[in-house]
């Protein structure tokens, strides 16, 4: 794992509730959310009380690395439709 998510890896079907105490309503939204966040830490909470959080600076230091590492061409799509 990249290691601004080392420990994380293993966590698996969870299902987001709410970004920086914000309850995400679809993806497009929980991009925003994280888009244009001044904070300089992004909280994610799931369903059953498990979080995460983020360091924003760090996780858009790390995007190229491991969008490389995973093969991914692009970070994120979103159509002019849903911005």
Known sequence: PASINKGYQNRRSMILKSINNINVKN???????????????????????AAIVLGKKEAE?????????????????????EE
């Open 27 to 49: 993806i497009a939204h929980a991009f925003k959310l994280i888009r244009n966040s001044g904070n300089r830490f992004i909280k994610f909470d799931f369903v059953g009380g």
């Open 61 to 81: 230091k790390s995007l190229k690395q491991i969008l490389l590492k995973y093969n991914i061409d692009r970070a994120y799509f979103i159509s002019a439709a």
